[in-house]
């Protein structure tokens, strides 16, 4: 067994890396919190999924650029378990547009959905955790917030700021037992992805070592191994997922 801790939120699990990270970490054991926005069939369809495996999972729906509702879904996961032993901040959009186009209406969009929602899941995760003086947590940041990229110029400020704000909080929770860190998948196949024209996906393979996107399966390992026991002395870190594509 690689957590000591029994349970799990991952923000945005419906669907995509979320949805399988909570499959990954149901499989180790934990009982897993599956949010969502909007497409309540889809994590219930996980639900089940996890079940059927053995695992122990519900769905609780609720947008994370909305404080007051983060906070009391959080306030609700406490109540029902008695803690919360791990957080996936997860979740994410893209709203991309050539930064001489993008109002400024479009670049908060962003900030707020992927990199505020972020900041109240780890402020919140830490009250909790600090208390029992045990927890991690893993913020999905992205390649792009560290090497930036046109077109994206909010996406890569929300997971630039994640990655510099993961390591405030590991610096601040460190003393309290929890440990904070983030992750940056390259290209991931995705419903994110899905959505790029074939010859835009060749061309970012031509730049990638292993010649492919990755499968969310493979980023789905790397939080597992972040939160577990088996990272115990790894706090503040950036784990770069990307096939080779930034070194
Ligand atoms: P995806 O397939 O588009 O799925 C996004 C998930 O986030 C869905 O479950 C969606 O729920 C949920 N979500 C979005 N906004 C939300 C909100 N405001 N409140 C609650 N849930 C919300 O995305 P993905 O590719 O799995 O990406 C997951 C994370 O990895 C994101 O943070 C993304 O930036 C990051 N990432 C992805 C890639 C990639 O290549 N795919 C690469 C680097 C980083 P609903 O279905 O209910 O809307």
């Given at each position: 067994m690689r957590f000591s801790g029994k349970n799990v939120l991952v923000t945005g699990a419906s669907r995509g890396i979320g949805a399988q990270i909570a499959k990954t970490l149901a499989a180790e054991g934990l009982k897993v919190w599956i949010n969502y926005r909007s497409a309540e069939e889809q994590a219930l369809k996980v639900k089940a999924?996890?079940?059927?495996?053995?695992?122990?999972?519900?769905t609780i729906g609720f947008d994370v650029s909305d404080e007051s509702a983060f906070v009391a879904?959080?306030?609700?996961?406490?109540?029902?378990?008695?803690?919360?032993?791990y957080?996936?901040?997860?979740?994410g959009i893209t709203k991309d547009k050539l930064a001489m186009r993008m109002k400024s209406e479009e670049f908060m969009a962003v900030i707020e959905a992927n990199l505020k929602s972020a900041f109240v899941?780890?402020?919140?995760?830490l009250k909790v955790m600090g208390k029992k003086r045990f927890g991690a947590v893993v913020n999905v940041a992205s390649i792009v917030g560290e090497t930036g990229n046109a077109g994206q110029s909010n996406y890569a400020?929300?997971?630039?700021?994640?990655?510099?704000?993961?390591?405030?909080?590991?610096?601040?929770?460190a003393p309290r037992g929890v440990r904070y860190n983030a992750l940056t998948p390259g290209?991931?196949?995705?419903d994110m992805t899905?959505?790029?024209k074939d010859e835009i996906k060749e061309g970012f393979i031509s730049k990638i070592p292993l010649s492919r996107f990755a499968e969310p399966s493979e980023v789905a390992e790397a939080v597992a191994f972040l939160l577990s026991d088996h990272a115990s002395y790894i706090t503040g870190e950036t784990l770069r997922v990307n096939g080779g594509m930034l070194m």
């Amino acid at each position: 067994m690689r957590f000591s801790g029994k349970n799990v939120l991952v923000t945005g699990a419906s669907r995509g890396i979320g949805a399988q990270i909570a499959k990954t970490l149901a499989a180790e054991g934990l009982k897993v919190w599956i949010n969502y926005r909007s497409a309540e069939e889809q994590a219930l369809k996980v639900k089940a999924e996890i079940e059927e495996a053995g695992g122990e999972a519900q769905t609780i729906g609720f947008d994370v650029s909305d404080e007051s509702a983060f906070v009391a879904a959080l306030k609700s996961i406490v109540e029902s378990d008695g803690e919360l032993s791990y957080l996936v901040n997860n979740a994410g959009i893209t709203k991309d547009k050539l930064a001489m186009r993008m109002k400024s209406e479009e670049f908060m969009a962003v900030i707020e959905a992927n990199l505020k929602s972020a900041f109240v899941g780890c402020r919140e995760a830490l009250k909790v955790m600090g208390k029992k003086r045990f927890g991690a947590v893993v913020n999905v940041a992205s390649i792009v917030g560290e090497t930036g990229n046109a077109g994206q110029s909010n996406y890569a400020a929300s997971k630039g700021g994640m990655i510099a704000m993961t390591k405030s909080f590991a610096l601040e929770a460190a003393p309290r037992g929890v440990r904070y860190n983030a992750l940056t998948p390259g290209f991931v196949a995705t419903d994110m992805t899905a959505v790029l024209k074939d010859e835009i996906k060749e061309g970012f393979i031509s730049k990638i070592p292993l010649s492919r996107f990755a499968e969310p399966s493979e980023v789905a390992e790397a939080v597992a191994f972040l939160l577990s026991d088996h990272a115990s002395y790894i706090t503040g870190e950036t784990l770069r997922v990307n096939g080779g594509m930034l070194m």
